[in-house]
């Protein structure tokens, strides 16, 4: 009922750059956070940056501290709808890259928060 769809990943040689996007669909009501998150395997999975909705709708944005200085999230016009730009990408950057929507939904007759999360795309930094 909820749909979570990322796009963007690949292939970038170290010092390149990258732009990830993430789109969140269905039966939603409220988005109160949209951001990224990555994971590399046999590792937890970590913030890479998120944006948290407020009443007026700007929002405030956090970031990993390894992302501050490289990495901007960018709200579409609407709350479904973050970009992530990746710039001066390192080989530690290469990792499964993850959408996720903290939101409201409606399904059968029953309102519900909770988080979802997108299938991954992968970004792998390397010569």
């Known amino acids: 009922h909820v749909q979570v769809v990322e796009s963007g990943g690949g292939l970038v040689q170290p010092g390149g750059s990258l732009r990830l996007s993430c789109a969140a669909s269905g039966s939603i009501i409220n988005i109160y956070s949209l951001g990224w998150y990555r994971q590399v395997s046999g590792k937890e999975r970590e913030l890479v940056a998120t944006?948290?909705?407020?009443?007026?709708?700007?929002?405030?944005?956090n970031y990993a501290e390894f992302a501050k200085g490289r990495f901007s999230l960018i709200r579409g016009n609407n709350r479904r709808t973050v970009e992530l730009q990746m710039n001066s990408l390192l080989p530690e950057d290469t990792a499964v890259y993850f959408c996720?929507?903290?939101?409201?939904?409606?399904?059968?007759?029953?309102?519900?928060?909770?988080?979802?999360w997108g299938q991954g795309t992968q970004v792998t930094v390397s010569s």
């Open positions: 996720m929507a903290d939101v409201t939904s409606h399904s059968g007759g029953l309102y519900q928060r909770e988080d979802f």
């Open positions: 944006n948290t909705y407020t009443q007026d709708s700007s929002g405030t944005t």
